[in-house]
């Protein structure tokens, strides 16, 4: 039981960190992400080159990790979405442009790296015994790096200028044009800050599982069933659902067969959203 906990608590703080961003994105600009996977996988990669490959400083990798998928973040939102969404007639329209962006980071990908799994040396080793339970260092080390990012951003969107600019546009864009904010200029720095959060989420997890072309799809699915769980585009239950799918999945994966897992939590959230459709903490529609 003890163990199970453990594994839980680690993969909801990860999880967090994917949910957070996708999460960021949405309330910003009403986008559902379908890209986040795919962001999160090449965080993965850039780890992979910089750090495995060519043996540059872990946290200089890092560095690399956030200026990158940012910069594809802010590009991503000032060519392709902010058009469509000044543009289009439809919500659809935005969907559409999103899973046609994934489609796009994935097959780039596919050519560039082809689809074999590549890992990294861990950056810290050893084993910890935590109440009973068994928690490599590898994963400690990732728990913490998450925590330390999740509580940045938190901190960040609380108390700097850009911050409460962000969730003035989540709550009202038109009034927050009215106000003087350049909503443009932070609609862009909320995509960034989102994608960045994905890289960094497999910026780490590379450390532990590796990574390959095929996760982000994976990887994207997750993360809709955090958000669905806690509500969309609510920060708090953003954390609430990667924890609540970081303990299924714990509890899951030592009870049951792997495929079993996911079959099982499939059926619970369609099961959850029939009763709470808006998720734990997400408004009702309309």
Not at 162 to 187: C, F, H, W
């Given at each position: 039981m003890?163990?199970?906990?453990?594994n839980?608590v680690?993969?909801?703080?990860?999880?967090?960190l994917?949910?957070l961003?996708?999460?960021?994105i949405?309330?910003?600009?009403?986008?559902?992400?379908f890209?986040?996977?795919?962001m999160?996988?090449?965080?993965?990669?850039?780890i992979?080159?910089?750090?495995?490959?060519?043996?540059?400083?872990?946290?200089?990798?890092?560095?690399?990790?956030?200026?990158?998928?940012?910069?594809?973040?802010?590009?991503f939102?000032?060519?392709?979405?902010r058009?469509?969404?000044?543009?289009a007639?439809?919500?659809?329209?935005?969907?559409?442009?999103?899973?046609?962006?994934?489609l796009v980071l994935?097959?780039l990908?596919l050519?560039?790296?082809g689809?074999?799994?590549?890992?990294?040396?861990?950056?810290?080793?050893?084993?910890?015994?935590?109440?009973?339970?068994?928690?490599?260092?590898?994963?400690?080390?990732?728990?913490?790096l998450?925590?330390?990012?999740?509580?940045?951003?938190?901190?960040?969107?609380?108390?700097?200028?850009?911050?409460?600019a962000?969730?003035?546009?989540?709550?009202?864009?038109?009034?927050?044009?009215?106000?003087?904010?350049?909503?443009?200029?932070?609609?862009?720095?909320?995509f960034?800050?989102?994608?960045?959060?994905?890289?960094?989420?497999?910026?780490?997890l590379?450390?532990?599982?590796?990574?390959?072309?095929?996760?982000?799809?994976?990887?994207?699915?997750?993360?809709?069933?955090?958000i669905m769980?806690?509500g969309?585009?609510?920060?708090?239950?953003?954390?609430?659902?990667?924890?609540?799918?970081g303990?299924?999945?714990?509890i899951?994966?030592?009870?049951?067969?792997?495929?079993?897992?996911?079959?099982?939590i499939?059926?619970?959230?369609?099961l959850?959203?029939m009763?709470?459709?808006?998720?734990?903490m997400?408004?009702?529609?309309?």
């Amino acid at each position: 039981m003890a163990q199970m906990l453990v594994n839980g608590v680690v993969l909801g703080m990860i999880y967090a960190l994917i949910a957070l961003g996708i999460t960021l994105i949405f309330s910003i600009m009403n986008i559902l992400n379908f890209a986040h996977g795919q962001m999160y996988m090449l965080g993965g990669f850039i780890i992979y080159y910089l750090y495995g490959v060519l043996g540059v400083n872990y946290f200089l990798s890092l560095l690399a990790v956030v200026v990158a998928l940012g910069a594809i973040g802010m590009l991503f939102e000032t060519i392709f979405f902010r058009r469509v969404l000044r543009v289009a007639t439809r919500e659809e329209n935005s969907m559409l442009l999103a899973m046609g962006t994934a489609l796009v980071l994935e097959n780039l990908a596919l050519f560039a790296f082809g689809e074999k799994q590549r890992g990294v040396p861990p950056v810290v080793t050893g084993v910890y015994e935590v109440f009973g339970a068994y928690l490599p260092a590898s994963r400690a080390f990732v728990l913490m790096l998450s925590a330390v990012f999740i509580a940045a951003l938190l901190l960040f969107v609380r108390y700097t200028k850009p911050g409460r600019a962000m969730r003035a546009l989540a709550q009202d864009k038109e009034v927050t044009y009215l106000m003087g904010v350049d909503t443009n200029r932070i609609s862009a720095l909320g995509f960034a800050i989102g994608a960045a959060l994905a890289g960094l989420a497999g910026a780490l997890l590379v450390t532990v599982f590796g990574i390959n072309t095929g996760v982000g799809a994976a990887i994207s699915i997750k993360a809709f069933i955090m958000i669905m769980i806690g509500g969309a585009g609510v920060v708090s239950g953003a954390i609430l659902g990667a924890f609540a799918l970081g303990f299924a999945e714990a509890i899951g994966y030592e009870v049951f067969a792997g495929s079993m897992t996911y079959l099982l939590i499939f059926m619970g959230l369609i099961l959850f959203l029939m009763i709470r459709p808006q998720g734990i903490m997400g408004r009702p529609w309309g």
